[in-house]
Each structure stands twice: as C-alpha cells, then as structure tokens.
C-alpha cells in the first residue's frame, strides 16, 4: 500500500503544474477543516513529511480531540523514523491529554530526550485538570529532580492538586520556591495561591496572600470570596465582595455564585434578591452553577416555592441541581416532597442520584418524621438497589433518623453493627439525641468516649452537661466545666439575628450591647403579660442551671430568640412577617414561646436554627413539634 502511495505521489509529481493547483498542501487543508484529506496526503508524502506538517496534523487534532486520527499522526513519525522536536513531541503530550489517554501522554513525556518548562506544565496541568491530584505532583516533583525550572502557568497548575488540608503541606513548599522564584507578585500565581490557601481551610494564609499582591483582579477577589463562604465566615465574604465592587471590578458568575453562597449563611433574603436582580440586569450567562446557588440561596432563606421555580425552569440540571432543591425540602422537614422529588430524579433518568443525593433523601425522612422509610432506602443502598454504596454521613444519618425518633438504644446498637469505627460526627448525633429524650446512661458513655476523641469541640462538653444538669447531677455538671477550663475550650455563645433595613441586628442571651436594648427589654415584659394569658407556660427544664424556678424564669426570658422576636415585632409594620435566625438549635422554650407569639400578635414567623427551619403560621408549627 505505502508503495502504490509513491508511485501515485511520483504521478502527481509528473502532471503539468495546472494540475497540480487543485492539491493543497497539509496545513491549509488542516486550517480549511479538511483532516481526512490531509491525512491522505500525508501518506501520499511518506518520509517526506516535515515539521508543518506535523504541527497542522495535531494541532487539527487536539482541536477536534480527534483521538485515532492523532494515532495515525503519531504512528506515521515512528514508521518513518522520523525523530520529532521537543515542540512537537509536547504538542503529542498535549493531544493524549486532551483525549484523557493520560498514560499515553504520561509515556510520551518519558520518552522525550528533552523536556521543558511546556512540557512539564502541559503534564502537569491535564493531571490537575482532570481530578489526578497525586500524579500532578508526583510529575512536579520529578521536574524539581530533573532541575526543571517552572513558570507562572505551572505554578498555578499545581496548585491547584494541593487540595484540602492533606496537601496543605506540599502546597507549603510549592509557596517556598515561589518565593524563591520571585513569582509572589504575579496575580495569576497569586489568585492561585491563595485559593489553594483557602479551599485547605487556612483562611488566613489566604488572606495574607491576597493583602501582599500588588494588584487585585476578579479572579483573586473571588478566590477569597469563596474561601469565606466555604468556612462560613459570611460577613468577611461580604465585605470582600463590597471592596470588589467599590474598586470598580465587574465581578462574573463565580463571583456572584459564592456571594449567594455567603448570603444563604447569613439567610439575607432581601439582598439575595437584589444580587439575582443584579445578575439579570448584567444578561450574564446563567451557568448551572450559578442557578444551583440561586437554588441554594432560597431554600435556605426561607422561600422554597421560588426555589422550587428556579429549579423547574433549568433547561438542564446537574446533579448539584436535585441536591440543593432535595436539601431545602429536608431542611424544611418536607419528607414527602423530598421523596417525590426523588422518584422524579429516578423517574427521568437523566442524571444518576449521586452520594450526596442520598444523604439529602435519608435527611429529609429524618427531618420529616420517616424513619421506617428512611430504613428501607439505607437498607436499599447496602443491596445495591442506587449504585451507591452507603458511607460513614450515611450511617451518621441513621443514627440522626432513630436518636430524633426517640429510639435511642436502637441507634446505639446501629452504630456498634457499623463497618468501620464511628466518628465524632456519628457519635455526636446520637448524644443530641440522648440530650433531647434524657437518656443519661447511653449519653453519658457516648459523650466521655467523644471528649477523648476530640478534646477541643466544646459542643461534646456542653451538650453532656446539658444532660447532666437535665437528670439533677449537678456534681457532674460542675466537673466538667471545671474540665474545660483545664483544656481551655470555650463555648460558642448562641446568637440571633433579623434583617432590617438593609442592617442585620445581633441579640445575645441576656443582651445589653443592642442600641435599643431598653426599649426591646421593655417590650418584652409588656408581650409576656399577653403570652401568659394566651397560655404560654415557661418551660424550665430548659434552663440548665441550679438555681431557684423564679431565677429561671428570667434566664429564659432573655433568651436570644425572644428579644429578636421581640425587636421584629417594635421594627416591623403589623401583618409582616418576622425571620429570625439562630445558630444553634433552638430550645424548647423558645419554640413554644414563638408559636404562641405567632398567635396572639397574627404575625407569620420563620425561624432557622442550626438544623432545620421552623415556619409557624397561627401558633402552628411545619415540624409537627419533631425537631
């Protein structure tokens, strides 16, 4: 065959030059779209290849990810004996790497008598662009062995495999040799470092990192931004986003995607709005990751039917689509419409229910009182029936599902049967739970089990002396406070909070800093006087100290739930409806208080603590009172 192509060629080669017009050679057949004819020609030509041509053939190549026309590129260098230049060899690396044959171009970049800095980074970069994090850095570390030099674009590459805090430290010593390559001040490697910096959890690593660069662009601004939002400090997120915008930035979808982010933490429903209105005005593009935190962002202040919406207009929905819609019902304790919208997922399969599917479905039957259904689905997922083997969140829903039914011994043994060791997330929901139904014997050995564990989380502290003060055992009480102060763990204060205009005002228990303290105060007195007689009954098994029923009336009074109910009701016209948001969950004293108040004062109440929302309507409640 190769010898009747020679005889052709010699043919052509001997018309009269008229003829010969109508043949193009290789790259303007490449550049016209004409790869099929060009790889003709180039087994017309034989050895007689060159360099352009080689370089239009792949270059076609990679633009098409044309995987097996690119192998008869590659196989006709080797048949020909023809020996590449280190160009063409890393456009080869690059071609494989587009196609995801990663072991191919892996073994081209063995191959290669010589590499440099393009070559390396081209390796290193489809490495970390396709999610092989360990390999981007085992080629890195070859190219520093090599005495490779690297560049912006490979910094920058690299980077990004150092992900969460396992490759904090590498990403360490990756900041080293930036600093020793003088590539600090570049704000492509910059934005990368710190967003590196950040998705580890070291936000204040990313924060000196963003200060120290020379100029801020989008890209960094948003890094940061995203690196707040992620560890929940919110209000930081903010401020990042208004200095954005007061430096004249136009900020892009990942930018207004992680504000959404920040505002669904802080439930700023109001100015949720006014950024959905500001992306509408801008016709930016409304990319699925963008539509998932306008999802996100109305589910978790409250407004689940415009989520809903948002949701049924997708033109296509990613797998973060369903989840964040399936997590706003759990949230709201919707089981039902959780799995209704599971059987549609199921139902249209267009997109397969991942781990996190299951885990918001197991939720929402925790949340919405479904625990035999909830056992039937995980007991599925151990038989296979999802494709989705059950790990250890899935397991620590369980223990969450029966603890919250009250089947506190049932949970217990769960976790005894479980396949590995529990951990301290699985643990600390079943003592919740013992917390919740006073079961002082299983709570107490699960909460001694996790300070050991983990001996600087104050919550395992609080909430086992929290039982103990529910069971009288004040002794016991007293010792483990005195245990924290050894350890020096302190407890994160509870706090309230409601919008009003524009401003979002703080209450603490037994608040005195609130510029109208008095007043709140005051109006609290004057509403209990009307929640008595409506048969409100404080409820002091909720105060967890050993003092008189008299003082526990006042330590319930100042609960800070109650003075941001009570400075709603001041702040807002009548028929409006007050959003409070705290974040712990909230007591049962204060749950009975605020349906109560949402009947004597004909106000619509929403309240979101650390666990679900509570929307109460006529001093009825969406949870049913199961929390």
Sequence with gaps: MFNLMKLLHRSFSSLPNSALQTFLPIPQLCSNGRLQEALLEMAVLGPNMGFHDYDALLNACVNKRALREGQRVHAHMIKTLYFPSTYLRTRLLIFYGKCDRLQDAHKVLDEMP??????????ISRYSQTGYSSEALAVFAEMMRSDGKPNHFTFASVLTSCIRASGLSMGKQIHGLIIKWNYNSHIFVGSSLLDMYAKAGSIEEAREVFECLPERDVVSCTAIIAGYAQLGLDE?????????????????????????????????????????????????????????????????????????????????????????????????GLGEEVLELFRLMRDEKRVKPDSVTLLAVLSGCSHGKMEDTGLSIFDGMIAGDYGIKPDTEHYGCIVDMLGRAGRIEEAFEFIKRMPSEPTAGVLGSLLGACRVHVSVDIGESVGRRLIEIEPEN???????????????????????????LRNAVTKEPGKSWIQHEQTLHYFHANDRTHPRREEVLAKLKEILIKMKQAGYVPDHSCVLYDVDEEQKEKMLLVHSEKLALTFGLIATGDGIPIRVFKNLRICVDCHNFAKIFSKVFEREVSLRDKNRFHQIVGGICSCGDYW
């Excluded at 395992?460 to 406070?481: H, K, P, T």
């Design 114 to 123: 010589e590499k440099n800095v393009v070559s390396w980074t081209a390796m």
């Design 236 to 332: 930081e997120a903010l401020q990042v986003f208004q200095k954005l915008l007061s430096e004249g930035m136009s900020p892009n979808y990942v930018t207004y995607a992680s504000v959404l982010t920040a505002l669904s933490g802080l439930a700023l429903l109001d100015h949720g709005k006014q950024v959905h209105c500001h992306v509408l005005r801008r016709e930016l593009p409304f990319y699925a990751v963008l539509q998932n935190s306008l999802i996100d962002m109305y589910s978790k202040c409250g407004n689940l039917s415009y989520a809903r919406r948002l949701f049924d207009n997708m033109p296509e929905r990613t797998s973060i689509s369903w989840n964040a819609m399936l997590v706003g019902y759990s949230k709201h």
């Design 458 to 484: 104050a919550g395992n502290y609080v909430i086992l002396s929290n039982l103990y003060a529910s069971a009288g055992r004040w002794e016991d009480v007293n010792s483990l406070r005195a245990l924290m």
